[in-house]
């Protein structure tokens, strides 16, 4: 076994090849010691404070990298252990290599503090389909697990299950999955199956500023939102397929809950639109792919409300950086340049860490109502 | 010696509603699979030998009254670990019981690691910073070592020591020992009278049989999470 210890003045390190579990528990402590003498305070009182326990899910090195970092900044508002996984099944040889990090932090009292304990475990062979033996071990006592599975939804069910199995709270990103209907249909039946095991969804998370403005401005014109007969969804296409994204479902199963419209009742026109039921009219709803010349694939650019003579238009401005409102209507027309400040990842996750774990973020009735839609298009594809 | 003698003693049918036993099989254990019980060298291929016990105890003195102990141990379980917990009752005035989900709030927990790492950790809720109410639970642990930067002795150093200068406090005396065992004893003997159910009734890696759950979930507890 091969080792290296370094250390610097706010991060301690080590990192072993072939190491066994047991000891990384050791090493960790190894570390606290370490940053204890930082503090300079031979007696202080050497606390670690914990808010929860991070397991995140890394396909390969260059992912747990990426992680790395996006943690690296948010440990000083979340507190935790983080445990980043790379499993490689494919190897013959049964090896669990190991890099160790303290990320210590000043406090007020200016005595350092452990903030968090970051633990990349690169999992070969055999033991990578039985992760669930390694993970258990290392997680903090008593905290919330949370896990961040950071690709897309893998074929196989095992790991991914074995997972979810452990966690209180489990987050992806819809927007990495390759066929977004089938992912978003799997996430749905996890909601059905494991009643305890939250999800949270950084796509979901992208769309609180179209969420927010859609609720407020429909319900700024009185009759609006219960006579709205027409949906117009535009989003950016994938370079490699036709497949709608899953940010278009998922703001269509959230407008369904909002407005009160039924999705299990829903029809598929030739033109390729579907139709939904309110309480006493139909609602047309198409999606649109548009060129952006900013916008990611798979991302929204426009939302059209209609309802009778009345629209409410949310377009997103070629820079990216501005939704524009235009409403149409029953009482008034106006425009409005609202400024955004699109999210980066650690935002995103940041966020989804401050959802508690049982907490209700809206994102499963929003599943849920978006299963039939899913279904129905997933038969057109 | 107190309080073993104030143990109520587990017989009869009680045996059955407050202990359960297990033997665990083969399973993935940090990372490599381990045998089963049955399947270790020198082990008989049909035994029927407890690898893990689960129990609940009542001790009948008037500051415990009440109060149940429950109690976890075990062979090829996911991490070793020693540790005393307490689970405070909750207050019967919560101050933000208006706007958070009091159900959902889960006991606070003061901890005693014996081993290893010694310290003690205490789990509490506390407010988010911010205006909304919103409550989370925290972890605040103190490791004996990390705090006094100086290598404690070790277990037998201090007995051997103890035993040198005649300080007897770490050492468990005859009628100690006596006592205790006759608590193991009345379980052990229920036991025999009742056959346990089908071993290995657990798999190596976890925390024990499922019945494990269900003893302490008939009174509306769980395991912490370890």
Known sequence: MAEAIDSGPLTLTWSGRGVDPARIEAELVRLRYGAAGYSGAAEGAAIRTSLLNLVVYAANEAVADEASETLARLTGHHPSRALIIIADSSQTESRIDTRLAAHCHLSSGLEQQVCCEEVVLSVHGNAAEHLHSVIIPLLVPDLPVYVWWTGPLPRGRHIFEELIETSDRFIIDSARFRHPTHGLSRVANLCRETPDCAIGDLNWARLRVWRELLAQRSAAQSGFSKAIDHVEIGYTPRADDDFLPAQAFLLLGWMAGHFAWTTDRLDRTAGGEITLSGRDRSIAVRFQATGHPSAEASSLTNVRLQAGGASLTIRLSDDGRHLLLTEQGLERSTQQTIAIEPPGQGELLAAQLDDLPGEDTGYDATLLAATPVLEALDVAH | ?226
């Open chain 2, 1 to 226: 010696m107190h309080v073993l003698d104030a143990v109520q003693h587990i017989q009869g049918d009680a045996v059955r509603t407050s202990t359960t036993r297990g033997q665990y099989g083969p399973g993935w254990v940090s990372g490599e699979e381990v045998a089963g019980y049955r399947q270790e060298a020198d082990v008989a291929p049909e035994s029927r030998t407890e690898t893990f016990v689960a129990l609940k105890l009542c001790i009948d003195t008037w500051r415990w009254a009440d109060v149940p102990f429950y109690l976890r141990t075990g062979k090829r379980m996911p991490k070793r670990s020693t540790e005393i917990a307490i689970q405070f009752k909750r207050a019967p005035h919560l101050l933000f019981r208006d706007v958070v989900d009091v159900a959902a709030l889960e006991p606070n927990i003061l901890t005693m690691r014996i081993q290893p790492n010694e310290g003690i950790s205490l789990r509490f809720h506390t407010k988010v910073p911010g205006s909304p109410v919103r409550i989370r639970a925290a972890n605040m642990d103190f490791l004996y070592g990390a705090s006094f930067l100086m290598q404690a002795p070790s277990a037998y150093e201090t007995l051997l020591l103890d035993a040198l200068r005649g300080d007897n406090t770490l050492f468990a005396r005859a009628d100690e020992v006596e006592a205790a065992w006759s608590i193991v004893d009345d379980i052990v003997e229920g036991w025999q009278e009742t056959p346990a159910a089908e071993f290995p009734n657990y798999e190596a890696g976890t925390w024990g049989p499922r019945e494990a759950e269900e003893l302490i979930e008939r009174d509306g507890r769980e395991w912490r999470r370890l």
